[in-house]
């Protein structure tokens, strides 16, 4: 059990003490898509969802959400971010809209689940701004594409863009 660093030598769960580590400049990428109906897509493209403009508010959820992601996952670490970005991709093709979320923070500890959360947060606000118009809108595909920083270094995922 020792290879799991939320686990202490008896088995139970911990908080990593991540008070010896060096603070590096850390950062993260998240992406997602939320599948949708091609009149779903052209409603928020066009602002003319009744709840109002879908992708801000979607924004926002995000970046909230990345602030507070040690309040929902159990072991993350509290931190004072220093950036936080969601933007939003629509395509029309595929009849989606892929999210991505950047985060950066200069700490002893990585922002990945931050992004991810970001990114989870904003596709639920689309969903949920939406649902309305369309109750089968899928979100899926919710991945980490990058990270830099930290003992383990720069990360890239081989898949380039989850869409």
């Known amino acids: 059990m020792s290879s799991f660093t ?7 769960v911990r908080m990593v003490d991540v008070s010896r580590k060096k603070p590096t400049e850390r950062s993260a990428i998240a992406s997602g898509l ?8 052209a409603l928020i493209m066009n602002q003319k969802v ?3 403009n879908v992708l801000e508010t979607a924004r926002i959820a995000g970046i909230m ?7 929902l996952i159990p072991m993350c670490h509290p931190l004072n971010l220093t950036h936080v970005a969601v933007d939003f991709y629509p395509d029309e093709n595929a009849s989606a809209i892929r999210i991505e979320s950047s985060v950066k923070i200069f700490s ?3 922002v990945e689940m931050e992004a991810l959360t970001a ?8 969903y949920d701004m939406c649902k309305s118009y369309d109750k089968e ?12 920083g930290g003992k ?3 990360y890239t995922r081989k898949k380039t863009n989850p869409s």
């Open 137 to 148: 809108m899928t979100i899926s595909e919710i991945c980490l594409f990058e990270k830099q």
């Open 108 to 110: 002893q500890t990585g």
């Open 34 to 41: 939320v599948y949708m109906k091609p009149d779903t897509l």
């Open 50 to 52: 009744k709840k109002g």
């Open 6 to 12: 939320h686990i202490d030598e008896k088995g139970n």
């Open 152 to 154: 383990s270094g720069k």
């Open 65 to 71: 959400a990345a602030k507070k992601t040690s309040e």
């Open 119 to 126: 990114v989870c947060l904003a596709a639920l606000t689309i």
